[in-house]
């Protein structure tokens, strides 16, 4: 199915190119390590070489085409956010949990405070895949409260599709917000998990890039 194929992708942050200097040096080991053969194999010296990449790269990692599943939005339409955010800048946050859902709005309104940010639309989801159906309209109702009308427009409910989605955004923690910058053509300039305290120094960085 469509939304099954999964396109992986590695990217480096551009907003990361202080870290060069330090891959350059990564790369000067790694090509000693093979030309003096201490038993290092190719295929080990580029793997390592790899994950040392990751690791230089915060908020960076494996990413996956957004899922095209059907939903619905807080004012009761139906939204395919995979082509919602087709065409501008956009950024997507995702909640597994009734844990990640303050935090999720934290993150939604600190990105609307600010000035980098006044014209990017912003795009919550909430999986409720795992919740009752006949307890998902209460759910809607709270989730609306202290949300304009049109912050309910770009709210999506999705009831579908969970593991695509899990799977999509490599949740290893279902308490955190899952957070995706998306450049007009659709490459991911920014992805991560936490509290938008501690990363959205990350994402304004990107935003510039």
């Known amino acids: 199915m469509e939304n ?6 590695l990217r480096i942050n551009q907003c990361e190119w202080d870290s060069l200097e330090k891959l350059k040096g990564i790369f000067d080991v790694v090509g000693r390590m093979v030309a003096r053969d201490l038993m290092f194999p190719v295929r080990t010296c ?10 230089l790269v915060p908020g960076q990692g494996w990413a996956q085409d957004l899922p095209k599943t059907a939903g619905e939005t807080l004012t009761g339409k139906r939204m395919v956010l995979a082509d919602a955010v087709k065409g501008h800048v956009t950024v997507v946050i995702v909640g597994f949990s009734k844990d990640a859902g303050d935090p999720c709005t934290d993150w939604a309104r600190g990105l609307r405070a600010e000035a ?7 795009y919550e989801a909430a999986m409720l895949a795992g919740a009752p159906s006949f307890v998902r309209g209460m759910i809607k109702s709270s989730m609306r409260k202290g949300l304009s ?4 427009e770009n709210f999506v409910i ?4 969970e593991r ?8 290893v923690n279902e308490k955190d917000p899952y957070v995706l910058l998306l450049a007009a053509d659709g490459r991911v300039k920014w992805q991560g998990h936490g509290r ?3 990363l959205i120094g990350q994402v304004k960085a990107a935003m510039k890039h």
Do not use: K
């Not at 099954?4 to 992708?9: E, I, L, T």
């Not at 009308?149 to 309910?152: D, F, L, N, S």
């Not at 999705?158 to 599709?161: E, R, V």
């Open 164 to 171: 695509t989605w899990r799977d999509a955004f490599q949740v």
């Open 46 to 55: 580029a793997l390592a070489l790899l994950g040392a990449i990751c690791l």
């Open 4 to 9: 099954q194929r999964n396109v992986v992708f």
């Open 158 to 161: 999705l009831t579908s599709d």
């Open 149 to 152: 009308a049109a912050e309910q």
């Open 196 to 198: 938008v305290r501690d």
């Open 116 to 122: 980098a940010f006044a014209d990017v639309p912003v």
